[in-house]
């Protein structure tokens, strides 16, 4: 091999060294985030986001004001060049309602994950949300506080259908505070 093209290689491959490392040394959270402001929603606030992975990511978010006040969920892949937007869905508040949800299907997104179920706690008094499919499977959902004093709730399944399924929330005590059937 000729001294130029080993010279070229090896700084072929410094590059892409420096490059990789690069990447794996970003905040993944201020990706995640900067992508999610690029959508140009107004008064976009971020709730939580849950690493399912290294490479796969859900963001909770809300946006609007009081009056038409949106809750959803963006899903993120991390490739080569970071953080990217796959999908993204979103619903408004029903203000007649204690317990909020939206539904998103995963399968041809993320790899090992089919349904997310998720919704904004809307009543103070739900502690715990819980899921039942068409199956009779049960869930406990995983609950966030966010901004001191507001909830949300949220269940990602791999192979479990969660179309259909009974919403339940409930108080402290056990005492259903809202119950809804998708």
């Not at 939580?48 to 290294?54: A, G, T, V, Y």
């Not at 399968?107 to 008094?125: A, N, P, V």
Request: charged share 25%.
């Amino acid at each position: 091999m000729s001294k130029k093209l080993k010279i070229i290689l090896s700084i072929t491959v410094v590059l892409f060294g420096i490059y990789f490392i690069n990447l794996a040394l970003k905040d993944d959270v201020r990706e995640i985030k900067k992508a999610m402001y690029s959508l140009n929603q107004p008064m976009t606030n971020i709730a939580h986001i849950e690493f399912l992975d290294n490479n796969q990511a859900i963001a909770f978010y809300e946006w609007g004001n009081q009056e038409n006040l949106h809750f959803g969920s963006v899903l993120f892949k991390k490739n080569a060049l970071g953080w990217k937007l796959v999908s993204s869905s979103t619903g408004e508040l029903s203000h007649g309602y204690k317990l909020d949800w939206g539904f998103s299907n995963l399968e041809s997104h993320f790899s090992d994950y089919t349904d997310l179920i998720r919704g904004k706690i809307l009543d103070s008094q739900i502690e715990e949300v819980n899921v039942k499919t068409n199956g009779g499977n049960e869930f406990k959902a995983k609950l966030i506080e966010y901004n001191n004093d507001e909830k949300f709730w949220f269940l990602v399944t791999n192979g479990e259908d969660l179309i259909g399924s009974t919403i339940t929330g409930l108080s402290s005590d056990g005492k259903i505070i809202e119950q809804i059937t998708q």
